[in-house]
C-alpha cells in the first residue's frame, strides 16, 4: 500500500513539474486571446494530488453549507448563561484528574471519526443537491425551449395571416408586423459563435444574448427571443449550458451559453459586417 502510495506520489510530482513547465510556456504567448485559451486549457489539466482524487472539493463546500444552513437556526434558538458556560468549566477543572487519561487516549480517535463521517456526510448531500439542481435546469431549459418553439410557431402562422391579409388589402401593409426571419445558413451562424466566443477571456463558448445581440447587428433574428436562438442551436445538436461563466476584461458574467466543443467548422470570412447598432 505504501509503495503504491509513494508511486502515486512520484508520478504527481512528475506530472505537476511537466505541467508547470507547459503553463511556463503558455505565459509567454504573446497574443492575449490565445494566451488566455492556452492557459484556461491548461487549468482544466491540472494535476491532482493523490490524498484528493477521490473527493469532490465541490460537493465538499456544497454540503457543509447546506449543513451549516439546517444547523443553524437549531443553535440559535439554544440560550447559554454565563453562569453555565462557568459551571461546565468548574466541573472539567475539578474533574481534570480523572479525565486526563481517557480524554488523551481517545480524543484523537474521536475526532478523526467525526470529520470522517462530517466530509462523508457533506460529500453526499452536496452531490445530492448538485444532481438535482442540475436535473431542474436541464426541465427548465427544455421548458423555455419547448415555449420557444410555440412562440415561434404561433408568430410563424400570424405572419402568414398578416401576409394574406396585405395581399387582399395593400393600403394596411405597413401596420402588419413582420413575422420571424428565417435562420441564417448554419456555417454563418457557427461563425458568429465562433466571433462572439472570442470576446471573453476565455474564448471558450458565447453567451446566447451576446449572440441575439450582435446577429441583430448584421440584419439577423429579426422577431427572435433568447429562446428561439436556444431552440434553433438544440434543434442543430450545439452543446447548450444553462450557466456558463465567462469574463470580459476581468469581469465575470453567468448566462445560457453555446459551448465552441463540437461545433463544426467554419470560415471566420462568413460573419457579416455590422449593419447598425441598436441602444
Same mark, same amino acid.
Given at each position: ?11 504527481? *510530482? ?6 508547470? %513547465? ?5 505565459? #509567454? ?50 440560550? =447559554? ?11 472539567? =477543572? ?8 481517557? =480524554? ?6 474521536? /475526532? ?8 462523508? =456526510? ?7 443537491? &448538485?444532481?438535482?439542481?442540475?436535473? %431542474? ?20 402562422? *400570424?405572419?402568414? *395571416?398578416? %401576409?394574406?391579409?396585405?395581399?387582399? %388589402? ?22 458568429? /459563435? ?10 471558450? &463558448? &458565447? ?30 445538436? &450545439? ?15 453567468? #448566462? ?9 467548422? *467554419? ?13
Amino acid at each position: 500500500m505504501h509503495s503504491d502510495l509513494d508511486d502515486a506520489l512520484a508520478e504527481h *510530482s512528475e506530472a505537476v513539474t511537466a505541467w508547470n %513547465e507547459r503553463r511556463a510556456e503558455a505565459r #509567454r504567448i504573446e497574443d492575449p486571446r490565445e494566451r488566455a485559451a492556452a492557459l484556461t486549457a491548461l487549468r482544466r489539466e491540472k494535476p491532482r494530488h493523490p490524498y484528493l482524487g477521490g473527493i469532490s472539493l465541490t460537493a465538499l463546500g456544497l454540503g457543509n453549507r447546506l449543513i451549516i444552513r439546517a444547523v443553524r437556526p437549531h443553535a440559535a434558538r439554544l440560550k =447559554v448563561t454565563k453562569q453555565q458556560v462557568g459551571g461546565a468549566l468548574g466541573l472539567a =477543572v475539578f474533574f481534570s484528574p480523572v479525565l486526563a487519561r481517557p =480524554v488523551a487516549r481517545y480524543a484523537p480517535t474521536t /475526532i478523526t471519526v467525526v470529520l470522517v463521517l462530517w466530509v462523508v =456526510v457533506a460529500v453526499v448531500v452536496g452531490n445530492t443537491k &448538485a444532481a438535482v439542481e442540475l436535473a %431542474e435546469a436541464d426541465t427548465k431549459a427544455r421548458e423555455e425551449a419547448a415555449e420557444g418553439k410555440a412562440a415561434r410557431t404561433a408568430k410563424s402562422r *400570424s405572419g402568414a *395571416s398578416a %401576409e394574406a391579409s396585405a395581399e387582399a %388589402e395593400p393600403d394596411y401593409a405597413d401596420d402588419q408586423e413582420d413575422e420571424p426571419q428565417d435562420p441564417p445558413a448554419d456555417a454563418d451562424l457557427y461563425a458568429l /459563435i465562433r466571433h462572439v466566443a472570442a470576446q471573453s477571456d476565455q474564448g471558450t &463558448a &458565447a453567451h446566447l444574448p451576446d449572440l441575439l445581440t450582435e446577429g441583430q447587428h448584421r440584419g439577423w433574428f429579426g422577431g427572435w427571443e433568447q429562446a428561439d436562438l436556444w431552440a434553433h442551436l438544440e434543434a442543430l445538436g &450545439a452543446h447548450l449550458v444553462k450557466g456558463k461563466k465567462l469574463t470580459f476584461d476581468g469581469r465575470q458574467r453567468n #448566462r445560457q451559453a453555446v459551448l465552441l466543443e463540437g461545433l463544426p467548422e *467554419s470560415d471566420p470570412g462568413t460573419v457579416p459586417a455590422v449593419l447598425q447598432k441598436t441602444g
